[in-house]
């Protein structure tokens, strides 16, 4: 998919994207399948039901940028799923100029759940996440926890190893982690369904704080982990894209 294109793309204002949620379309391609996947325009899906005992999800897809779940995930404990869109990246840090990304998606009102972007490294040492609306608290307590090497006490919050952090168009409390590689999550202090979103500023943050050097970046995924959505929940991404130059 050419630049150009992509830049297309965004400028369609995403407070007119939100008056036509994904769901009110046509799919052009669905799946039930734990793994189901589908690639269009560089971009690629993932059902990505990897949870212990789930319950039936369907992903669907309605054109490049647009896509929703339905999932009914029983109040168990623990991550389920990871429905996703992604795009793959494979530049050094230091070669991007512009790393960007935009969505507006519409959320339940019940379930316990967060949006996030799932950004690796090529090795896959590393795992970023930014976590823009979720159930739960950004000191990390509540419903949902980011991954963490300290929690409270009680073990009902996680601890920030950074707090009030201002980049890449918002403010982030910052936790850190280890599930195999290292996980750095980064949480909005105040959540949006709405936004733009300046990665490459975020990473260069990460590097300036020397978790790493010049990585090549991977994946850039956007999806939704879902611990719990009783009764089959849907979730509406009604705009979402990547911008790279």
């Known amino acids: 998919m050419s630049e150009l294109w992509k830049v297309k793309v965004l400028a369609l204002p995403l407070a007119m994207i939100a008056l036509f949620p994904a769901s009110a379309k046509a799919p052009i391609w669905s799946s039930s399948d734990k793994y189901g996947t589908y690639s269009l325009n560089g971009y690629s899906w993932n059902n990505d039901v990897y949870g212990q005992s789930p319950g039936p999800q369907t992903i669907s897809v309605y054109a490049v940028n647009q896509w929703s779940v339905w999932s009914n995930q029983p109040d168990s404990g623990g991550i389920k799923s990871y429905p996703h869109e992604a795009f793959n990246i494979g530049k050094p840090l230091s070669a991007i100029k512009d790393l960007s990304s935009s969505f507006n998606h519409s959320v339940p009102t019940a379930g316990r759940w967060n949006f996030a972007y799932d950004i690796w490294?090529?090795?896959?040492?590393?795992?970023?996440?930014?976590?823009?609306?979720?159930?739960?608290?950004?000191?990390?307590?509540?419903?949902?926890?980011?991954?963490?090497?300290?929690?409270?006490?009680?073990?009902?919050?996680?601890?920030?190893?950074?707090?009030?952090?201002?980049?890449?168009g918002a403010t982030w409390n910052v936790f850190e982690g280890w599930n195999n590689h290292k996980v750095i999550s980064f949480l909005r202090t105040s959540k949006t369904n709405s936004e733009t979103v300046d990665i490459k500023s975020i990473l260069q943050w990460i590097k300036s704080k020397r978790y790493f050097g010049d990585i090549i970046v991977g994946s850039v995924q956007y999806g939704v982990e879902i611990t719990s959505s009783p009764g089959g929940l849907s979730f509406d991404i009604n705009h979402w894209d990547v911008i790279l130059k």
């Open 121 to 168: 490294d090529s090795s896959k040492a590393y795992e970023i996440m930014l976590w823009t609306n979720y159930t739960g608290n950004p000191d990390g307590s509540g419903d949902v926890k980011p991954i963490s090497y300290k929690y409270n006490s009680s073990g009902t919050a996680a601890i920030p190893v950074y707090t009030g952090i201002n980049v890449g």
